[in-house]
């Protein structure tokens, strides 16, 4: 090879290497990662097992960036972002009535471990307790599995019953009161919620509209976001948009929002009572069939 083609490929590599991307150089963050305790010992199917595994890699691909590992977690040692501790408790709640629909308690969860003195700060550790009534639900499909899972997982993350409920991670309060009904302040869900009602055709959306809760303080609105899995009544078929993921970025976690789903404008325009429904009250996720 030529003293001039080595100089020309010498030129040509040096002039690649200044031409870099700002911030390639950066190092790419720790992914976050969630941890799965007692699965294995659950009396459920391989595919009830899936569904879960797969609800938590999905929370995966929301959030996109890992904490420092906590040390000397007990029965963990060094922990690595997350752990979801679940359990089988065979003592079924008592079912409950809501007009003519029959409840049944599926699951409850609650953070056990936050990062810091108080329980405005990010969780480290959570419990999931599943119940007969949702192992033996004969009706359920795996993506409806999931779905259950992954509100679950939400609460455990901190989308749950805090003494600031959906959690004021940053240390400032995320609900305000408007016209007697609470609503959450982050903006990115709100812009979230705006943007979804505009491309559905809503003719009500005003450019300072938050996302309203539910009265429960810990959910969606049972009315207007329906269809979304963080309401605490949704009918079949909702799913994880960007109203929801937004609000985890707004409490302190960083977020793939591509990974959303949109509501179908059928789902959004459905009636309340239509088809089974998956209730939250906070402390328990059911499930109303019709009878």
């Known amino acids: 090879m030529s003293k001039f083609i080595l100089t020309a490929l010498f030129v040509a590599f040096a002039i690649m290497g200044c031409n870099k991307p700002m911030g390639s150089g950066e190092v790419e963050p720790e992914p976050f990662n969630i941890t799965l305790m007692g699965v294995e010992a659950l009396p459920i199917q391989g595919w009830q ?10 929370w995966e691909q929301v959030i996109v960036e890992g904490f420092p590992d906590s040390r000397d977690v007990p029965d963990v040692g ?10 089988y408790n065979p003592r079924q709640p008592a079912d409950r009535k809501m007009g003519n629909q029959e409840i049944t308690v599926f699951a409850g969860s609650t953070p056990t471990r936050y990062r810091g003195q108080d ?52 240390g400032l309060s995320m609900m305000t009161r408007i016209d007697g009904k609470m609503h959450f302040t982050g903006p990115l869900a709100a812009e979230a919620y705006r943007d979804i009602l505009f491309r559905q055709g809503s003719k009500n959306v005003s450019p300072d509209m938050l996302v309203p809760l539910d009265s429960d303080h810990n959910h969606w609105d049972r ?16 799913v994880l948009t960007a109203v929801t993921i937004q609000a985890m970025a707004d409490m302190g976690y ?27 009250d906070g402390q328990y996720i059911s499930i109303a069939v019709q009878p």
């Not at 097992?49 to 999905?58: F, H, P, S």
């Not at 060094?78 to 359990?87: M, N, P, R, S, V």
């Not at 009315?223 to 909702?238: F, Q, Y």
């Open 119 to 170: 329980r405005g700060v990010v969780p480290f550790r959570g419990k999931i307790v599943i119940y007969p009534g949702f192992v033996d639900a004969p009706s359920l499909t795996n993506t409806e599995w999931q779905s259950v899972i992954m509100h679950e997982i939400a609460h455990v993350l901190g989308f749950t019953n805090n003494p600031d409920p959906l959690g004021a991670f940053k």
């Open 254 to 280: 960083t977020v793939d929002v591509t990974q959303a789903k949109n509501p179908s404008l059928l789902l959004m325009l459905a009636k309340p009572a239509v088809g089974p429904r998956f209730i939250c």
């Open 78 to 87: 060094d922990l690595d972002d997350f752990l979801i501790e679940f359990e």
């Open 223 to 238: 009315e207007a976001l329906k269809w979304d899995i963080m309401s605490p009544i949704h009918v079949r078929g909702a």
């Open 49 to 58: 097992r899936l569904a879960i595994e797969q609800a938590a890699r999905r």
